[in-house]
Each structure stands twice: as C-alpha cells, then as structure tokens.
C-alpha cells in the first residue's frame, strides 16, 4: 500500500460546479500538506500548504485537513475551464534532519467542461 | 521575480550514456530539492540540499548524485542510463526545505 493514496480520476465536471479532490495517506508522521496544479508537460505549480488540522481558504480554493481521519480535501469553487488539469496531493513529515520529502499521490485529472 | 529556472528542456540520450541536469532555485532560497516523474504517476523524491549539504536522500540507486554550487544552484548527474529513467525531472527551491517551489522540468528521454 502507497503512502499517499489519490483517486487518478478523470473527473469531468460542468464550469461552475465545485469540486472535491481528496487523498488520504497512512503515515503519521506526516505534518505539513500541500495542494499542487500540473498542466500537461509542465511542472507543479503550488496552490496551497498548511501544517494544521481545519480549513484553510485562498480565493476559489480550500484546503482541509483531517489529521485523525488522515484525510485531505482541497474544494474548488465556481471550476473555470481553465482549472483543467492535474491535482497533485502532497505531504512530509517536519524533520529537518532527514530532509523534507514530499510523499505526492498519483494526481487526478480535472476536466471543466463549458 | 524569476522563478525556478532548469535546463536544458528536453533531452534524448542513449542507454549507458550520462546526463547532467541544471537547477537554479528563486532568489534567496537555500534550499534545492529533485525529483523524478514518470508519466502517469505522482514525482518520487531524488534528493534535497540545504546550505550545500545533502539532507536527504530518496530510494534511488548510486547512478544518481547531486550537488549544490555556493550560490545554491544543483545539479543532479546520472550516470549509466536505462530505459526506465526516462521521465520529467523536476527540481523545487525552498526557504528552509518545507515549502517547495517547482521549476518546470527537464525532459529526459532514454533510447
């Protein structure tokens, strides 16, 4: 079993629609969590990072956190075409010593249809 | 601000062959991270750097080295290609090592 578990998609929703993108993951060593959007060729570009448990809101974009459930959700609101791409889940545990390596899921794929 | 730079984009080597990639991370961050991305899957961490010393390392065999210069660029070198190391190299640049910054890849293809 993988560390970080993401649902690969396709997920196909109508513009306007939210959006709810989850990963769960097994390790409890992991502190810190961030949400990444990846264009086709392109590298990751980071939408979010949070270290607690709760929400944390930017613009159209949410990120939850469940530490007991050990469970992630990013929400996106009122989807544009233009969010079409792959959501990368990703997280590490705080430990400067063996260097902060991100776990990452396999990613879904979002497609926002007009 | 310029963001993180790598070079070159893309690149074709043969099986035995070896590569040097390039990473300059955005200004003021110390910290230089790599990492591999085959297609269809999620990036696997290669190393990290912090202050030029290597602070951790992924499960990648000895082919794989880096290192990071005094003004915080890395490289990361491997040596006797495979097939199989064909993917989307990617480097991401750090205040302190938490919060990554990717740039937007070294497209390595192994014939």
């Known amino acids: 079993q993988k560390e970080v578990e993401q649902d690969p998609g396709p997920l196909s929703v109508p513009e306007g629609a939210i959006v709810s993108l989850n990963c769960t993951y097994s390790n409890s060593a992991f502190q810190y969590f961030m949400w990444y959007r990846q264009y086709s060729r392109k590298g990751p570009e980071l939408l979010m990072y949070?270290?607690?448990?709760g929400n944390k809101e930017d613009g159209r974009f949410t990120a939850q956190v469940d530490k007991s459930s050990k469970y992630i959700s990013l929400f996106i609101r009122d989807s544009q075409p233009s969010d079409s791409a792959t959501y990368l889940c990703a997280m590490g545990p705080l430990n400067s010593n063996s260097g902060y390596a991100l776990n990452f899921g396999k990613g879904t794929s979002l497609l926002v249809t007009p | 601000d310029a963001g993180v730079t790598q070079s070159p984009t893309h690149l074709i080597k043969t099986r035995g062959q070896h590569v040097t990639l390039r990473c300059s991370p955005i200004?003021?961050?110390?910290?230089v991270s790599w990492y591999q991305q085959v297609l269809g899957q999620g990036p696997q961490f290669i190393f990290q750097?912090?202050?030029?010393?290597?602070?951790g390392r992924g499960n990648f065999p000895d082919r794989f080295s880096a290192r990071q210069f005094p003004n915080y660029s890395s490289e990361l070198n491997v040596n006797a290609l495979l097939l199989g190391d064909s993917a989307l190299y990617l480097c991401?640049?750090?205040?302190?090592?938490?919060?990554?910054?990717f740039g937007p890849g070294t497209r390595l293809t192994v014939l």
């Open positions: 991401a640049s750090s205040l302190s090592g938490d919060e990554q910054f």
């Open positions: 750097y912090y202050e030029k010393e290597e602070r």
């Open positions: 200004s003021g961050h110390k910290s």
């Open positions: 949070t270290y607690s448990s």
